[in-house]
T-cell receptor, first 112, second 115 residues
């Protein structure tokens, strides 16, 4: 499959472990954040979102944490599975531009 | 399957040529966004249309243009193509105008190769 970026940071974990993927954002005016997963050869897929009036949100096996003080976002994946292997992007909504600004992405590799 | 469709899946053309990429949003979605994803630039926002009108512009070159038709499908036109235009082009849709934050659903992309 095609690669999404040549120089992505890579996180390698064992199947069953928890994964934490981090993202720093730059626009303090952003008030909505999304994590996307992109598998090889596919478009980005929504995982979970969070608004700036929250600091934590949980989904199925995933948790997003938002620290507005240091402009930091993290995605926690519990009991990581081989199917979780993908590139993960954080994105922030710039309400002035009404569009997503994506982070550079992190490649998650799950070792069986 | 996100419900967003894009055609063609692959496109090979030569420098100087012009191509048109097509996107059909999810049923009921009024907004369409175009993104370019290249190896050295990551995902870059190009342009956003809402209900037929341009809403926001990102890093879109003057050689590129887009439009959204009354049936809400959108086309991205790329002209005077250069080698550096080779990339994946994604379309995304959302239900509203993007204000206040909302999820965008991405299509499978069109892979453009300029030779």
């Amino acid at each position: 499959g095609e690669s999404v970026g040549l120089h992505l940071p890579t996180l390698s974990v064992q199947e069953g472990d928890n994964s934490i993927i981090n993202c720093a954002y730059s626009n303090s005016a952003s008030d909505y954040f999304i994590w996307y997963k992109q598998e090889s050869g596919k478009g980005p897929q929504f995982i979970i979102d969070i608004r700036s009036n929250m600091d934590k949100r949980q989904g199925q096996r995933v948790t997003v944490l938002l620290n507005k003080t240091v402009k930091h976002l993290s995605l926690q994946i519990a009991a990581t599975q081989p199917g979780d292997s993908a590139v993960y992007f954080c994105a922030e909504i710039d309400t002035g531009r009404r569009a997503l600004t994506f982070g550079s992405g992190t490649r998650l590799q799950v070792q069986p | 399957d996100s419900g967003v469709t894009q055609t063609p899946k692959h496109l090979i053309t030569a420098t100087g040529q012009r191509v048109t990429l097509r996107c059909s949003p999810r049923s009921g979605d009024l907004s369409v966004y175009w993104y370019q994803q290249s190896l050295d630039q990551g995902l870059q926002f190009l342009i956003h249309y809402y209900n037929g009108e341009e809403r926001a512009k990102g890093n879109i070159l003057e050689r590129f243009s887009a439009q959204q038709f009354p049936d809400l499908h959108s086309e991205l036109n790329l002209s005077s193509l250069e080698l550096g235009d080779s990339a994946l082009y994604f379309c995304a849709s959302s239900s509203r105008g993007g204000q206040g934050g909302e999820t965008q659903y991405f299509g499978p992309g069109t892979r453009l190769l300029v030779l």
